[in-house]
Structures are given as structure tokens and as C-alpha cells.
């Protein structure tokens, strides 16, 4: 009997220790590919897929072309079941394509209307709030955050700022730096759901600063969910609820909202993909596993469309959506209490940066990058053209440039007919 109570305990210590480790399995399996997943459920990409656009200013036809070919031919390249991109030109979308699969089992075709997680550029979104807020003076971008939440669950975030959150100089951590320990292993599960960004502030309230805020900079989506909390105590309501009242409403983003577990084609949501890492012949993709991001939805927890991204770019342009100072102000890379800019050059919500495209030349744009759990995004905004683009895949790549790169030929392409654009 008491070898059978034994051998009880013994089952019953290691199921736990399983059940405890499991989801630590599943995050460096599914997202470092430091452990090996199941054989089955791996499917190949096939060569030929469907393609399709819309075109709302028929001049913009050669642009129009020369782009659906261009992510066709980077859909392949890249190795992804769908890829999907918009254009707003001078306040207005003036075109949208897609290419691929939102469904590679079932083999639907994505739309123009598909929705992709966007990772990080919710980061944007979030920035985009807080601008607003600040130019109404609902929130001072340099007082303590504590005039905005009630009760700060950890002290030392009273020296923090909204500027400081926004531009990742707050101290506070991004995932792996997060020693709330209970909180790092929820960020490895990703099986729990936050109503409010207030009661997500959990994953990391433990959490020590890195360094006394404004010192210097470290990129974290946590400092990102702290801004939702305090953007929502700002307004006294929820913070999808600011969301919906500052940024997606006014800038018409009807197809934005939180990332649900999966893909969903009933509601017009691609399945989101892992690659095995291989390419050509040899790539093989499997439906990403079930995963809750709404403890990162600030930072990174929304799903959206290209078209819906560029819409808040043609806003963002709009003078009576966000003031000509209000956009100088966010677009500017913040510097530290040393009076060195931040290492990244990040602004408020926004990288803004100069790039060179062939044959246009050195083009400005504000833009904003987003990795997820099988799915990429880019959005960029360049004010000296009045034009912005958005690109979203359904699976991560090696390098995000790899992906995000097929932007700068979209722009190109759009650019070089910037005289049939009908601007102001």
C-alpha cells in the first residue's frame, strides 16, 4: 500500500511538473525553434496562388499593376501563404491588392478585406491615442503618470512619464528583462485574458526598472500596456474604448480590434503560420497554436488590414485630425536627461527615419514595424508625398526586412506617379 501511495505521488509530482513546464515547451518551441514540434500537421506552399486588387483612381493604373505583380513575386520569394498591402494618397486609399492564401488547408484565397495580426505596430496605434489626448490636454506628455491611474501598483513607476513610455525610456522591461516571475511565465503561456490593461498591469508591476526613467532606452511593450492603463485613467473609460473614440472611429478603421486565439475565416481573420525554417522545396508551414495577446494589446494585440493602417496615415496627414505641432512633437526622436538622442532614434509611438528609394531618392517617413505569433506588419507615412503604405503577411520571416522591404517598391511605384495624384 504504501509502495502504491508512492508510486501515486511520485505520477501525480511529475504531472504537475509537466503541466508547469509545458507552456515553457510550447514558447521555445514555437517561437525560438530551440525545441523540436510534432512531425505532422506541416503542409508545403504551393507555387501558384490567387491574386486580386482594388483601384479607387483609375490614373494610378501602372502604379496599381506594377505593385499587385511586385507582392505577388515577394509572396513567393518570402515563402508566405498570403500577403496583403494598401496605398493612401493625398487623405484617400487609393489602392489595395493581396495575394496567397488566408487558409492554406481549406485553400481560401485572402482578400483586401483579410485580416492579420499586427504585432507591434499597435504601438502606433497606442502613440496616435496619446497624441490626441495630448492635444485636447487630457494628458501633460511630462507629468507623473500617477495623475492618471489611482493606485500605482508598484512606486517606482511614480518618476515615469506618458513621453517616457511612448518612447521606451521609462526603465521598464521588455519580455525576457520582466523579473515579475509569475508574470514572465504568463508572457511563455499566453493563455490568460485581460479585460483592462489596469488588471494586465500584473505581468510585470514586480518588475524592477532597469534604469531612473529618462536615462536611457530599452524597447518594451510592457511600458507600452502601462500607457493603455494610464490613457484609460485619463479618460475615466476602457482603453479599447479610448481606442475606438480617438483612432478608430474618426480615422474609419472598421476592421481593427483585439487579436483573437487563431485565425477566423468566418470573420474574415487568415490563419496566422509557422515556417520549419527551410525554404524553397523544402519549406513546410502549420497553423500557428492558439495564443491570448490581449496582456500585450497596446503594444502589440490588434489585428487589422493594411487598408485600415493607411487610413490612419491619411489621417495622421490631416491637419484637423492631428495639428501641424502635435505631429512634429510625436514624429521627433526624444532625447535623454543627457540631451543625447535615444539610440534608436524612436519618437513617440513612431521610428522616424530617411531612407533612400530608386529612382525617387532620400524619402522621410514615420513608420512602425509589428512582429506576432505567425503574422508581420508594416505601416510608413511619408509626409513630403502625402502617402502611405501598409504591408501584412500571414507568417513571421528570418529577417523582418526581408518582408518589409516590398514596401519601398510599392512606394516607388506610387511615387512616380505622384502628378496624377489628385491633391490639393
Known amino acids: 500500500m504504501k509502495n502504491k501511495k508512492f508510486v501515486l505521488g511520485i505520477f501525480a509530482l511529475l504531472s504537475c ?52 505583380k511586385a507582392i505577388e513575386k515577394h509572396r513567393q520569394k518570402i515563402g508566405s501563404p498570403a500577403i496583403s498591402a494598401a496605398v493612401s494618397a493625398c487623405g484617400k486609399l487609393v489602392w489595395a ?19 492579420f ?3 507591434s505596430t499597435s504601438k502606433a496605434l497606442t502613440g496616435t491615442a496619446l497624441a490626441r489626448l495630448a492635444q485636447k490636454g487630457s494628458v501633460d506628455l511630462d507629468s507623473s503618470i500617477s495623475n492618471y491611474l489611482e493606485a500605482l501598483p508598484n512606486p ?16 521598464l522591461p521588455h519580455y525576457k528583462k520582466n523579473s515579475d516571475w509569475l508574470g514572465l511565465y504568463k508572457t511563455l503561456a499566453l493563455d490568460t485574458h485581460y479585460d483592462s490593461m489596469h488588471q494586465a498591469l500584473e505581468i510585470f508591476d514586480n518588475s524592477e526598472l532597469l534604469f531612473q526613467p529618462g536615462t536611457n532606452f530599452n524597447y518594451s511593450t510592457l511600458g507600452t500596456v502601462l500607457l493603455g492603463a494610464v490613457l484609460a485613467g485619463s479618460e475615466q473609460k476602457s482603453y479599447l474604448n479610448v ?9 474609419g478603421m472598421k476592421n481593427t480590434e483585439v487579436s483573437p486565439l487563431n485565425g477566423n475565416m468566418e470573420r474574415n481573420i487568415a490563419r496566422f503560420y509557422k515556417s520549419n525554417g527551410l525554404s524553397g522545396d523544402e519549406l513546410r508551414l502549420r497553423e500557428w497554436r492558439p495564443v491570448d495577446l490581449s496582456h500585450r494589446l497596446p503594444g502589440g494585440g490588434f489585428i487589422s488590414t493594411p487598408t485600415d493602417l493607411v487610413k490612419l496615415g491619411a489621417h495622421y496627414l490631416d491637419d484637423n485630425f492631428l495639428a501641424v505641432e502635435t505631429r512634429e512633437v510625436f514624429w521627433s526622436p526624444q532625447k535623454l536627461a543627457n540631451g543625447e538622442v535615444n539610440k534608436q532614434h524612436y519618437a513617440l509611438g513612431w521610428r522616424y527615419r530617411e531612407q533612400e528609394i530608386p529612382s525617387v531618392g532620400i524619402v522621410r517617413h514615420a513608420n512602425h514595424g509589428g512582429v506576432s505569433r505567425g503574422s ?11 502617402l502611405s503604405v ?28 505622384q502628378g496624377k495624384l489628385r491633391c490639393k
Open 156 to 171: 517606482e513607476w511614480a518618476e515615469i512619464t506618458p513621453r517616457q513610455l511612448a518612447s521606451h525610456m521609462s526603465g
Open 17 to 68: 511538473i509537466g503541466y508547469l513546464l509545458w507552456p515553457v515547451y510550447q514558447f521555445y518551441a514555437w517561437s525560438l525553434d530551440s525545441l523540436p514540434l510534432s512531425p505532422f500537421g506541416w503542409q508545403a506552399l504551393a507555387t501558384e496562388a490567387p491574386s486580386t486588387q482594388k483601384l479607387y483612381q483609375k490614373e494610378l493604373q501602372l502604379a496599381a499593376d506594377q505593385s499587385l
Open 390 to 417: 501598409a504591408v501584412n503577411i500571414n507568417r513571421k520571416t528570418k529577417a523582418f526586412w526581408d518582408f518589409g522591404r516590398i514596401s519601398m517598391d510599392i512606394a516607388e511605384a506610387f511615387i512616380r506617379q
Open 376 to 386: 508581420q506588419s508594416w505601416l510608413m507615412i511619408m509626409p513630403d508625398h502625402n
Open 97 to 115: 491588392g493581396a495575394s496567397g492564401w488566408a487558409d492554406l488547408e481549406e485553400q481560401i484565397p485572402v482578400t483586401t478585406e483579410t485580416r
Open 243 to 251: 481606442m475606438e473614440d480617438e483612432v478608430f472611429i474618426p480615422a
Open 117 to 119: 495580426r499586427i504585432g
